[in-house]
């Protein structure tokens, strides 16, 4: 098992670099749509979908 981890710590270093990106990205949306913030980062005011995306913020207006 040892040979194999030896022979292979650059390809698991850089699949474990390549997760963490991922994982934070992720970590960055999800926190970002708790706030509220748009996904574009344009805001909803010139959007055609804005009725699409935001349909309890519609519904109580």
């Known amino acids: 098992m040892t040979a194999y981890i030896t022979e292979n ?3 698991i270093i850089t699949a474990a670099i ?3 990106v991922i994982a934070g990205a992720i970590a960055a949306i999800v926190i970002n749509r708790k706030k509220g913030k748009s996904s574009c980062g344009c805001g909803c005011s010139n959007c055609a979908l804005a009725d699409k995306c ?4 519609n519904q109580n207006n």
Do not use: F, N, P, R
């Open 9 to 11: 710590i650059g390809t």
């Open 18 to 20: 390549i997760l963490a």
């Open 54 to 57: 935001h349909k309890e913020q």
